[in-house]
C-alpha cells in the first residue's frame, strides 16, 4: 500500500511559479515512478511528467513546453512539480500518481499503469 499527499497548490497570476509537492509513504524502497498528472475542467486528465526512483525523468512537451520540471528527494520520498511562468490555460487540478514499474517507458500517459493516485491539488491561474 502507498499514500500520496498532494500540496502546494493555490490561486496565482499570470506569469507567477508554483512548486507543488507529492510526499509518498508505504512501500516505496523496491522502486518506482511517480508521475504528474493535470485536468481541467470539461477535459481529461493528461500526463505532464514522470521521474523515477533512480532519477530518470520525462515530461510531456506538449504540456508547459519547458516551464514545468520534475525532481525528487528521496529521502524524502519527496517529488515536486516546479511551474514557471504560469498561464491562464495551466489552471486545473493537479494529481500525482505511483507505480511499482522501475523503467521510464513509452507508456507513461497511461493512466492504467498507475498503482495508486493522490488526492489532486488545484491550481488556479488568474490573467
Known amino acids: 500500500q502507498v499514500q500520496l499527499v498532494e500540496s502546494g497548490g493555490g490561486l496565482v497570476q499570470a506569469g507567477d511559479s508554483l512548486t507543488l509537492s507529492c510526499a509518498a509513504s508505504?512501500?516505496?524502497?523496491?522502486?518506482?515512478?511517480i508521475a504528474w498528472f493535470r485536468q481541467a475542467p470539461g477535459k481529461e486528465r493528461e500526463f505532464v511528467a514522470a521521474i523515477s526512483w533512480r532519477g530518470d525523468s520525462t515530461r510531456n512537451e506538449d504540456v508547459g513546453k519547458g516551464r514545468f520540471t520534475i525532481s525528487k528527494d528521496n529521502a524524502k520520498d519527496t517529488v515536486y512539480l516546479q511551474m514557471n511562468t504560469l498561464k491562464p490555460e495551466d489552471t486545473a487540478v493537479y494529481y500525482c500518481?505511483?507505480?511499482?514499474?522501475?523503467?521510464?517507458?513509452?507508456?507513461?500517459?497511461?493512466?492504467?499503469?498507475?498503482?495508486?493516485w493522490g488526492q489532486g491539488t488545484q491550481v488556479t491561474v488568474s490573467s
Open positions: 508505504g512501500r516505496t524502497s523496491i522502486g518506482y515512478i
Open positions: 500518481a505511483f507505480t511499482f514499474d522501475r523503467t521510464i517507458g513509452d507508456r507513461n500517459w497511461d493512466l492504467s499503469r498507475y498503482n495508486y
